[in-house]
């Protein structure tokens, strides 16, 4: 079965860090690009970032440069979103997805990532 | 980097169907959309792609009442039955150079 599992979110305070992994099973990961997106409370969909499969070709969001990493781990079959200064704006579900590019053709389940005092 | 547009919301009868409706901003409508359903609580769920000549993937498990189509530079996703189900926001998504953009959504609600 194909299947992302996103785990680390939580609550954190502002100016933290938080580092997410999303677990991927069922097809082959080290040729998948993938992505974080991002879903604040009651909005939309928001791109974060995107790896290619060899890790070699790496885009990120503008308003999110510099504070937010993408790496992977093709041994491992996961995908990680280091995140730095975090800020209330940040709070969010934060989904992990394979695309075949240039679309998403799959998501994981999201992990809550609430930045508050 | 192009800019994509949806109605904010939609509604239509149980049984009945519906056309929504993703446009894509100037100069950019040749470019391949995909549709994502997201139900309520839910994670998003992948629908299918649509090229710009109207040729539709889906994926797997999507019922056959799903269809795509575009006529310049509207993109169509349209439902042929509403099933209860079916009440969702419905986002769709592309992918320019460096940057994946999605348009704002269309909450359908079944009546």
């Known amino acids: 079965e194909v299947q992302l599992v996103e785990s680390g979110g939580g609550l954190v305070k502002p100016g933290g860090s938080l580092r997410l992994s999303c677990a991927a099973s069922g097809f082959t990961f080290s040729t998948s690009n993938m992505n974080w997106v991002r879903q604040a409370p009651g909005k939309g969909l928001e791109w974060v970032s995107s790896m290619s499969g060899s890790g070699t070709s790496i885009f990120y969001a503008d308003s999110l440069k510099g504070r937010f990493t993408i790496s992977r781990d093709n041994a491992e079959n996961s995908l990680y979103l280091q995140m730095h200064s975090l800020r209330a704006e940040d709070t969010a579900v934060y989904y992990c997805?394979?695309?075949?590019?240039?679309?998403?053709?799959?998501w994981g389940q999201g992990t809550m990532v609430t930045v508050s005092s | 980097q192009p800019v994509l547009t949806q109605s904010s919301s939609a509604s239509a009868s149980l049984g009945s169907s519906v056309k929504l409706t993703c446009t894509l901003s100037s100069g950019h409508s040749s470019y391949i959309i995909a549709w994502h359903q997201q139900q309520p609580g839910k994670a998003p769920r992948y629908l299918m792609r649509l090229e710009a000549g109207g040729t539709y993937n889906k994926g797997s498990g999507v019922p056959d009442r799903f269809s795509g189509s575009s006529s310049g530079a509207d993109h169509y996703l349209t439902n042929s039955n509403l099933q209860s189900e079916d009440e969702a926001d419905y986002f769709c998504e592309t992918w320019d150079r460096s940057a994946r953009l999605f348009g704002g959504g269309t909450k359908l609600t079944v009546l």
């Open positions: 997805a394979r695309d075949v590019h240039p679309l998403i053709d799959i």
